[in-house]
């Protein structure tokens, strides 16, 4: 069964940082993969999505990249924000499932003070 | 813009209640999903669906029942509430292609 890891589990930076979130999978046999971004009591936010045929998308300030042979993703968020505040969740779709089922990690916490 | 909406944002439901939780999409999508979301537990598949009238069970069906009669709508029912289901419920679809989950905004299920 795949399992995703996101490390850290929390992270508190001043505003202006770049910083680097990540993720790892067991089974590099995916898909595609997903980050996402979830306010508290909200629902999730599509934020990129990698086909396993791509090295990185780039969205704004946000730039994620895909490893499979490592089984690794990165989040990069450059010049952080306040509004940036929020849990971040990395999803895998794997190969062979027809019926889209994802796996999520467990997701980073990120503060961004002023 | 493309949405998923779920009906109820909060929810305040008593013990033995049958509970029905819907969720609508937009996007003629083939595929969708009832999560919940507890903390420390992360998001769990509850039911899922790939088609009209057709459903496959999740991690963690028990105590849950669903119906998709249309396309666009995914209905989650509670045939028995208990505190236990306590959650935020997260609904989402994708297409046949698997191309990107959109989810809704959730609800918020309290069972006293």
């Known amino acids: 069964k795949q399992e995703v890891t996101q490390i850290p589990a929390a992270l508190s930076v001043p505003e202006g940082e770049n910083l680097v979130l990540n993720c790892s999978f067991t089974d590099s046999a995916i898909y595609n993969l997903q980050w996402f971004r979830q306010d508290p009591g909200k629902g999730l936010t599509s934020l990129l999505l990698i086909q396993s045929s791509q090295r990185e998308q780039t969205s704004g300030r946000l730039n994620a990249s895909l490893d499979k042979s490592s089984g690794r993703s990165t989040l990069y968020i450059a010049a952080s924000q306040p509004g940036d505040s929020a849990t971040y969740l990395c999803a895998v779709l794997g190969r062979g499932s027809t019926l889209g089922r994802l796996y999520f990690g467990r997701g980073t916490q990120l503060t961004v003070w002023p | 813009d493309v949405k998923v909406t779920q009906s109820s944002r909060y929810l305040v439901k008593r013990t033995g209640e049958k509970v029905f939780l819907e969720c609508v999409q937009d996007?003629?999508?083939?595929?969708m999903f009832w999560y919940r979301q507890d903390p420390g537990l992360g998001l769990r598949l509850i039911y899922f669906s790939y088609d009209v009238k057709m459903k496959e069970k999740g991690d963690i069906p028990e105590g849950y029942s669903v119906s998709r009669e249309k396309k666009e709508r995914f209905s989650l029912i509670l045939e028995s509430a208990s505190t236990n289901q306590t959650s935020m419920y997260l609904c989402a679809s994708t297409d046949r292609f698997n191309y990107g989950y959109t989810f809704g905004s959730g609800t918020r299920l309290t069972v006293v």
């Open positions: 996007m003629d999508h083939e595929n």
